[in-house]
């Protein structure tokens, strides 16, 4: 048992490395992004207006800051800590989707799989780890990128309240909800890989069985299916938009990629009382975990085990393109 979970371990860290790159830097870098578009608007912004100043430039709506409530500030901290979360779970979901559509077909490619065959590892530990690496090490990869990001964004924020005279520490610092933002992004982790299981099983079966271009295989079969399907029961139901099939694909699509989604699309900003002590970030995470009370997820969860245990057995008995 020790000697298969240092196996396991040797593979998730093989994994990491080969994909350093992906899983670490692309989160640092949207980061830099962000920073740099925060301080390009602060410098080339003549004229700016908030609401709750009604200024005429950005160095007065910057100066009446300090009478804004904290309850205003910690709601509006937290919508932009959320909402940079939900830019990041989609830049995840993208990565890990590219990630685990050439998993097993680049390394048939490339010739490594033999490697990998000569080694005392099975390929049920093999598939098993790039999964585990798409479904735990690139998540938390970005929880890591995630919170450096924002704390280089709020130092930022804090020198340029510096330079406005404007105390960062009382007016920016103590109404950032760390804990709670954090803890959403990461169980939006959990609750994205959950729900995406399905769909990332079936990359990896694309990725095991392709000869070529598996992108086509992954992408273009389901909808190929799924067209035939719609079209199919609404010729024998006679009513064509019954079953919303592009809607549908459309809904679960966004489950997979911004969990968020289902807890801030709910609020009304406009009309929300800014209560201190409901947080919009607890909201969020109470949605997303009740979300995991579907019985879709199961029937989800039961496809992949399925899907998952193909790709194991094609990648046995198939060692090139």
Same mark, same amino acid.
């Given at each position: 048992?020790?000697?298969?979970?240092?196996?396991?371990?040797?593979?998730?860290?093989?994994?990491?490395?080969?994909?350093?790159?992906? !899983?670490?830097?692309?989160? +640092?870098? +949207?980061?830099?992004?962000?920073?740099?578009m925060?301080?390009?608007?602060?410098?080339?912004?003549? =004229?700016?207006?908030?609401?709750?100043?009604?200024?005429?430039?950005?160095?007065?709506?910057?100066?009446?800051?300090?009478?804004v409530?904290?309850?205003k500030?910690?709601?509006?901290?937290? &919508?932009?800590?959320?909402?940079?979360?939900?830019?990041?779970?989609?830049?995840? @979901?993208?990565?890990?989707?590219?990630?685990?559509?050439? /998993?097993?077909?680049?390394?048939?490619?490339?010739? /490594?799989?033999?490697?990998?065959?000569?080694?005392?590892?099975?390929?049920?530990?093999?598939?098993?780890?790039?999964?585990?690496?798409?479904?735990l &090490?690139?998540p938390?990869?970005?929880? &890591?990128g995630?919170?450096?990001?924002?704390?280089?964004? @709020?130092?930022?924020?804090?020198?340029?309240?510096?330079?406005?005279?404007?105390?960062?520490?009382?007016?920016?610092?103590?109404? +950032?909800?760390?804990?709670?933002?954090?803890?959403?992004?990461?169980?939006?982790?959990?609750?994205?890989?959950?729900?995406?299981?399905?769909?990332?099983?079936?990359?990896?079966?694309?990725?095991s069985? $392709?000869?070529?271009?598996?992108?086509?295989?992954?992408v *273009?079969?389901?909808?190929?299916?799924? *067209?035939?399907?719609?079209?199919?029961?609404?010729?024998?139901?006679?009513?064509? !938009?019954?079953?919303?099939?592009?809607?549908t694909?459309?809904?679960?699509f966004?489950?997979?990629?911004?969990?968020? $989604?289902?807890g +801030?699309?709910?609020?009304?900003?406009?009309n929300?009382?800014?209560?201190?002590?409901?947080?919009? /970030?607890?909201?969020?995470?109470?949605?997303?975990?009740?979300?995991?009370?579907?019985?879709e997820?199961?029937?989800?969860?039961?496809?992949?085990?399925?899907?998952?245990?193909?790709?194991?057995?094609?990648? =046995?008995?198939?060692?090139?393109?």
């Amino acid at each position: 048992m020790k000697n298969t979970m240092t196996t396991f371990l040797a593979l998730l860290k093989l994994e990491f490395r080969e994909h350093k790159g992906s !899983f670490f830097k692309t989160p +640092i870098i +949207i980061g830099i992004v962000l920073v740099v578009m925060a301080l390009l608007s602060y410098f080339t912004t003549d =004229r700016f207006v908030l609401d709750v100043s009604g200024g005429d430039n950005l160095q007065l709506a910057i100066g009446s800051l300090q009478h804004v409530g904290d309850d205003k500030l910690n709601f509006a901290l937290d &919508v932009f800590m959320l909402m940079t979360g939900s830019l990041y779970h989609l830049i995840l @979901f993208i990565v890990i989707f590219f990630f685990l559509l050439g /998993s097993l077909y680049d390394d048939r490619k490339d010739g /490594s799989i033999l490697f990998y065959k000569s080694l005392p590892v099975s390929d049920t530990q093999t598939v098993l780890s790039k999964l585990i690496t798409a479904t735990l &090490v690139a998540p938390g990869c970005f929880v &890591v990128g995630l919170m450096i990001s924002h704390i280089l964004m @709020f130092m930022v924020i804090s020198l340029i309240l510096l330079l406005n005279g404007l105390n960062p520490v009382t007016l920016l610092w103590l109404n +950032i909800s760390f804990i709670e933002n954090w803890g959403a992004f990461m169980v939006g982790c959990l609750v994205q890989a959950l729900w995406a299981l399905p769909l990332y099983g079936w990359l990896m079966f694309a990725s095991s069985v $392709a000869k070529r271009r598996p992108f086509l295989l992954a992408v *273009f079969a389901p909808l190929m299916a799924g *067209f035939v399907w719609y079209w199919y029961n609404a010729l024998v139901n006679l009513n064509l !938009f019954k079953f919303g099939f592009f809607q549908t694909v459309g809904m679960l699509f966004a489950k997979a990629t911004t969990p968020f $989604a289902t807890g +801030i699309g709910n609020q009304d900003f406009e009309n929300m009382d800014f209560d201190p002590t409901a947080h919009s /970030s607890g909201e969020v995470i109470y949605s997303m975990l009740n979300g995991l009370m579907k019985v879709e997820l199961l029937y989800g969860l039961l496809f992949a085990a399925v899907v998952v245990g193909l790709a194991v057995y094609i990648r =046995r008995y198939r060692n090139t393109i």
